[in-house]
C-alpha cells in the first residue's frame, strides 16, 4: 500500500497537470473565437463598404432606396432629395466624402457621402441587421467555448488520471519492494555480521576446525541471503503483462524439483515422493518455467519446515478440467483454522506451535507464490489434509 503522503503528492501534481493543461486548452479555445469574430467582423465591414458603394453608384433618386438604406441627394441645380422627411438632410450633405458613422432615431448608421456628376449623393445604411448577426455570432462562440472548455477539462482530467495511474503503481511497487528488502535483509544481513566477528575471533585463537565451521556457515548464510534477494527481485517484477509464455511441463517440472530438494528432504528425515496423475500425458502450461519452478520449490520448502521428522511430503500433478494443478500435500503439524485468512499476507510466518526446525523464516514465500499464480492466471489456495497436516494446490490454465 502506497502511503498517503504519496498518494496525496501524486494527485496534486496530477491536479496541477490537469488545471495547467486545461488552462492551455481554454486560452487556445479564447484566441480561436476571438480570431473567428475578428475575421467575421472584418467580413461584414467589407460587405457594408460594398453595399453602400453599389448603392451610391447606381442612385439616381431618392424615392425607392434598397431595403435597409436611405437616400439624400442634392444635383447641380441645389435641389435636395431625401427618402425620409426624419433625415437631417443639410447636415448630412456639408459632410466630407467618405465613410461615416452616425445615430438617427436612435439607432446607427453606416453612411458613405459621394460626388458624382449629377451632384453629391450620402447613403445611409442601417447596421441593427449586422450588429444582430455578430451578437448571435458572439454568443454562438460563448457557448461553444464554455462548452469546449468544460468539455476540455472534463477530458484533460480523465487523461491526466490515466496517465498518472502508472506512475502511482509503479511508485507503490517501488515502495513495497524497499520496504520488503528492508524487512527481508535486515536478519539474514545482521547474521553475516555476527558470523564475520566470530570468524575473526576464531582466527585470533587459531582454532582452524571452528574456523572452518564457521566458513561453511558464513557461505549458507551467503546462498540463503542470494535466495531471500531472488524471492524480492522475482515478487517485484512478476506481473501478468510481464510473464513469458514459454509452455512448461509441470510434471518434468515436479521431478526437477524433486531431483533438487529430496537430498534436504531427507537430510531433515522426511520423504519427498512425486505422483504423476496424468497418465503420462504431461501437464502443459503457458508461463515461466523458473517462476513456476520457484514457486513449487517455495510449497515444498514451507511443507519442509512445518513436517516431523518421518512424515512424507507428496509432490501430486494433475488435471481437473481444463486446469493443471500441482498439489504439495503434508502429514505434519497442519495450519490453524484462523491463520489460514493471513497465510498468504506478506510476512505472515503462522503461529508459535507451528515447527520450524532451524531454518530462518522470511514471510514472503507464500507471498511470492501467490503471485507467481495470478501472474500466470492461476490461483493458490489451502486446504486441511485429512489425518492432518495441509494440502497447498497450484491451479494454473493448461495450455491448448
Given at each position: 500500500m502506497m502511503p498517503d503522503g504519496d498518494l496525496a503528492m501524486i494527485r496534486r501534481a496530477g491536479r496541477v497537470a490537469a488545471l495547467q493543461a486545461s488552462l492551455a486548452l481554454t486560452l487556445v479555445l479564447l484566441i480561436v473565437g476571438a480570431a473567428v469574430f475578428f475575421v467575421d467582423t472584418h467580413v461584414q465591414n467589407q460587405q457594408i463598404v460594398s453595399e453602400l458603394n453599389s448603392v451610391a453608384s447606381t442612385a439616381d433618386d431618392a424615392t425607392d432606396p434598397p431595403p435597409g438604406t436611405m437616400l439624400v441627394l442634392r444635383d447641380r441645380a441645389g435641389k435636395v432629395e431625401a427618402s425620409s422627411d426624419d433625415l437631417p438632410t443639410a447636415e448630412l450633405l456639408r459632410r466630407p466624402t467618405g465613410l461615416f458613422d452616425n445615430v438617427i432615431g436612435g439607432a446607427r448608421y453606416r453612411g458613405l457621402v459621394a460626388d458624382k456628376p449629377e451632384g453629391r449623393v450620402v447613403v445611409l445604411l442601417d447596421l441593427r441587421p449586422y450588429e444582430a448577426g455578430r451578437s448571435r455570432l458572439l454568443l454562438s462562440l460563448v457557448i461553444a467555448e464554455l462548452a469546449g472548455i468544460a468539455a476540455s477539462v472534463a477530458v484533460v482530467i480523465l487523461?491526466?488520471?490515466?496517465?498518472?495511474?502508472?506512475?502511482?503503481?509503479?511508485l507503490?511497487?517501488?515502495?513495497?519492494?524497499?520496504?520488503?528488502?528492508?524487512?527481508?535483509?535486515?536478519?539474514?544481513?545482521?547474521?553475516?555480521?555476527?558470523r564475520v566477528q566470530m570468524l575473526g575471533r576464531r582466527f585470533d585463537d587459531g582454532d582452524a576446525h571452528a574456523a572452518k565451521a564457521e566458513i561453511e556457515a558464513l557461505a549458507s548464510d551467503t546462498r540463503a541471503l542470494g535466495a531471500v534477494i531472488e524471492d524480492l527481485l522475482a515478487s517485484a517484477s512478476m506481473?501478468?503483462?510481464?510473464?513469458?509464455?514459454?509452455?512448461?511441463?509441470?510434471?518434468?517440472?515436479?521431478?526437477?524439483v524433486h531431483d533438487t530438494m529430496a537430498q534436504h528432504a531427507e537430510s531433515a528425515g522426511v520423504r519427498l515422493v512425486v505422483e504423476d496423475h496424468t497418465e503420462g500425458s504431461g501437464c502443459v502450461v503457458l508461463g515461466s518455467?523458473?517462476?513456476?519452478?520457484?514457486?513449487?520449490?517455495?510449497?515444498?520448502?514451507?511443507?519442509?519446515?512445518?513436517?516431523h521428522p518421518g512424515g512424507t511430503i507428496t509432490l501430486?500433478?494433475?488435471?481437473?478440467?481444463?486446469?493443471?494443478?500441482?498439489d504439495v500435500q503434508d502429514d505434519g503439524v497442519g495450519i490453524a483454522s484462523d491463520a489460514m485468512a493471513t497465510l498468504f499476507n506478506r510476512f505472515s510466518h503462522g503461529h508459535a506451535h507451528t515447527v520450524t526446525g532451524g531454518a530462518r523464516r522470511y514471510g514472503i514465500g507464500l507471498a511470492l507464490v501467490r503471485e507467481i499464480a495470478h501472474a500466470h492466471r492461476g490461483e493458490i489456495s489451502v486446504a486441511h489434509t485429512p489425518g492432518g497436516g495441509a494440502t497447498f494446490t497450484l491451479s494454473i490454465p493448461a495450455a491448448g
Open positions: 487523461l491526466t488520471r490515466r496517465s498518472i495511474r502508472p506512475l502511482t503503481e509503479a507503490a511497487l517501488q515502495r513495497r519492494f524497499v520496504a520488503d528488502a528492508s524487512h527481508e535483509l535486515r536478519a539474514p544481513l545482521t547474521v553475516l555480521h555476527t506481473t501478468v503483462d510481464g510473464t513469458p509464455r514459454d509452455r512448461v511441463d509441470l510434471s518434468q517440472l515436479a521431478d526437477t518455467a523458473s517462476a513456476l519452478r520457484r514457486a513449487t520449490a517455495s510449497l515444498v520448502d514451507n511443507a519442509l519446515v512445518h513436517q501430486r500433478v494433475r488435471r481437473q478440467g481444463d486446469r493443471a494443478v500441482i
